[in-house]
């Protein structure tokens, strides 16, 4: 069932929390400014960090439709916006054939209709919904060739397709729209002026261990708050890929699932895998370095206790 827009910065942060999507303020602001002012929502930042998410809670939390185009190097719009059903239009002229159909124009009009359009997410994007404007998730744009970004550029601003055999197809309600980018490149000035922008960071502790216990409610409570602080201890030092928040729950996780309650060195270097993705990376944080980040730890929580 469509729900009605949030009617405010606080309405939108709780409707997000309520699918289970910890944020602060700023990322609300921008979100309510997006869905007020009917602007796509531009979302830069580390991988895993939530982009993707986003857009997930906020199809849920509105009763949309999502509709995701995952972008990839040689994208067309093919994949992305249209094609046609050249198989239907075959068997459609083979039967015109027989009948000794002989108007071609008409012919010609017929089999390039509506009704032989395979519509991909964009062109979804711009078709009529009963349940409302879907939310349109543009993922990972940077992974897409520049072509490809600039034939956004109409779509972001106008909420259109043009299709050479049919004309202009313009949405009557314009899609809520969530483009991410783990910025592997840039992403060129003109499609940035048509979004409101937003850099996604890796969350604070605090935030970090709200979402763990949101997402991996099982792991005990003092797991959880080790976990974050040795994974925001990671995040300061000179690594490939820094985990993400993603990451941290797949790790409370796995090591909810091996039955442990506190992290020892022994298990966090069995367990690396699953918080860092690049050998290089592993092979730094080696058995030293975890001891140290594990005995800071105690130390700084000693501290708290002897200060409390």
């Not at 093919?78 to 000794?100: D, F, K, T």
């Not at 520049?146 to 949405?171: C, H, K, M, N, W």
Request: proline share 5%; charged share 25%; net charge negative.
């Amino acid at each position: 069932m469509q729900n009605e827009l949030p009617a405010d910065i606080a309405a939108t942060q709780a409707m997000l929390e309520a699918g289970g999507y910890i944020t602060d303020r700023p990322l609300a602001t921008v979100l309510f400014l997006a869905l007020t002012l009917g602007r796509p929502l531009f979302l830069e930042g580390e991988a895993g960090v939530g982009k993707t998410e986003i857009a997930k809670v906020l199809a849920d939390g509105l009763g949309r439709h999502l509709l995701r185009l995952q972008c990839y190097e040689g994208l067309d719009t093919a994949s992305a916006v249209y094609e046609w059903n050249y198989a239907a239009q075959m068997i459609e002229i083979r039967m015109a054939e027989a009948e000794g159909v002989s108007d071609r124009q008409a012919l010609g009009r017929d089999i390039f209709s509506q009704r032989f359009l395979i519509r991909r997410p964009l062109l979804q994007a711009l078709s009529p919904d009963v349940d409302g404007p879907p939310v349109l998730l543009i993922d990972e744009l940077d992974r897409a060739d520049a072509p490809f970004e600039a034939y956004l550029l109409e779509i972001l601003s106008d909420f259109q397709v043009t299709v050479p055999e049919i004309g202009t197809i313009r949405a009557a309600r314009p899609p809520i729209v969530i483009i991410t980018s783990n910025r592997t490149r840039e992403i060129h000035d003109a499609l940035k002026r048509r979004c409101l922008y937003h850099w996604l960071d890796y969350p604070d502790a605090a935030r970090e261990l709200a979402i763990l216990r949101q997402k991996a409610p099982d792991a005990a409570a003092d797991l959880s708050a080790r976990i974050v602080a040795f994974v925001q201890a990671l995040r300061r030092r000179d690594l490939f890929k820094m985990p993400g928040i993603a990451e941290s729950i797949d790790w409370a996780r796995a090591l909810t699932a091996l039955d442990k309650q506190a992290l020892e060195p022994g298990v966090v270097q069995d367990t690396l895998g699953v918080l860092l993705k690049y050998q290089d990376d592993i092979a730094a944080v080696d058995g030293d370095v975890v001891s140290e980040i594990l005995n800071e730890d105690s130390d700084a929580e000693q501290r708290t206790g002897n200060a409390g």
